[in-house]
């Protein structure tokens, strides 16, 4: 229902993934057409915790991501029915992820020391998968800031996380890359016609 309010508002560069994450393939398909992906949750952010890893991924491949605010409650069907307008005025205002994460986190009123570790757990991956060195050193200024620390500590954190790539699925050593879902398909097809002719030779000989 989302998607179908948002083409009725006039947003028809608008698509969902149904019943599953959002993947490499999917993004591979949107970076043909646009290099800024806006993403749209209900209030409560459960859908955002749920698509970390997509995220990253897609920051990897150097989507310009960022994240539509809504009301608490609130998904994006029920914002268009209120007002369509309002909907139009999130995506026109959406935050980097990064920004946005930072604006989440402080809003929830941390003690110092927990608001340093929130930040280093969900906003510092985002940092670390940024395809570009320039946005990279930006937002380590930004959340130099944001923490009043310098600059240093937040590099030498970077420096351990392991970066989201498509198809890679050892974290440590990226020794094994995963075998596309596509490839995977074809080959179980050839095995299956290959053991269906092998059933039929054997009916031909008996």
């Given at each position: 229902?989302?998607?179908?309010?948002?083409?009725?508002?006039?947003?028809?560069?608008?698509?969902?993934?149904?019943?599953?994450?959002l993947?490499?393939e999917?993004?591979?398909?949107?970076?043909?057409?646009?290099?800024?992906?806006?993403?749209?949750?209900?209030?409560?952010?459960?859908?955002?915790?749920?698509?970390?890893?997509?995220?990253?991924?897609?920051?990897?491949?150097?989507?310009?991501?960022?994240?539509?605010?809504?009301?608490?409650?609130?998904?994006?069907?029920?914002?268009?029915l209120?007002?369509?307008?309002?909907?139009?005025?999130?995506?026109?205002?959406?935050?980097?992820?990064?920004?946005?994460?930072?604006?989440?986190?402080?809003s929830?009123?941390?003690?110092?020391?927990?608001?340093?570790?929130?930040?280093?757990?969900?906003?510092?991956?985002?940092?670390?998968?940024l395809?570009?060195?320039?946005?990279?050193?930006?937002?380590?200024?930004?959340?130099?800031?944001?923490?009043?620390?310098?600059?240093?500590?937040?590099?030498?954190?970077?420096?351990?996380?392991?970066?989201?790539n498509?198809?890679?699925?050892?974290?440590?050593?990226?020794?094994?890359?995963?075998?596309?879902?596509?490839?995977?398909?074809?080959?179980?097809?050839?095995?299956?016609?290959?053991?269906?002719?092998?059933?039929?030779?054997?009916?031909?000989?008996?």
């Open positions: 229902m989302d998607l179908i309010m948002s083409h009725q508002a006039g947003h028809l560069n608008t698509v969902a993934v149904s019943g599953t994450a993947t490499d999917h993004l591979k398909n949107i970076k043909r057409l646009a290099n800024k992906l806006v993403l749209a949750f209900d209030g409560d952010q459960a859908g955002f915790k749920a698509s970390q890893r997509g995220i990253n991924l897609a920051l990897g491949m150097g989507f310009d991501v960022r994240i539509a605010k809504l009301p608490n409650d609130v998904d994006p069907a029920d914002l268009i209120e007002n369509s307008e309002n909907w139009s005025n999130s995506v026109k205002n959406a935050r980097h992820v990064v920004d946005f994460c930072l604006e989440v986190l402080e929830r009123g941390f003690e110092p020391r927990k608001f340093k570790m929130e930040v280093q757990n969900l906003v510092l991956p985002y940092i670390a998968n395809k570009s060195n320039i946005e990279q050193a930006h937002f380590v200024n930004v959340v130099a800031r944001k923490l009043s620390i310098d600059e240093a500590p937040i590099w030498s954190e970077l420096k351990k996380i392991t970066v989201e498509p198809g890679i699925q050892s974290a440590q050593n990226n020794e094994f890359t995963e075998i596309p879902e596509t490839i995977k398909g074809v080959r179980s097809e050839n095995l299956l016609k290959k053991i269906y002719g092998f059933i039929l030779w054997q009916k031909e000989i008996a």
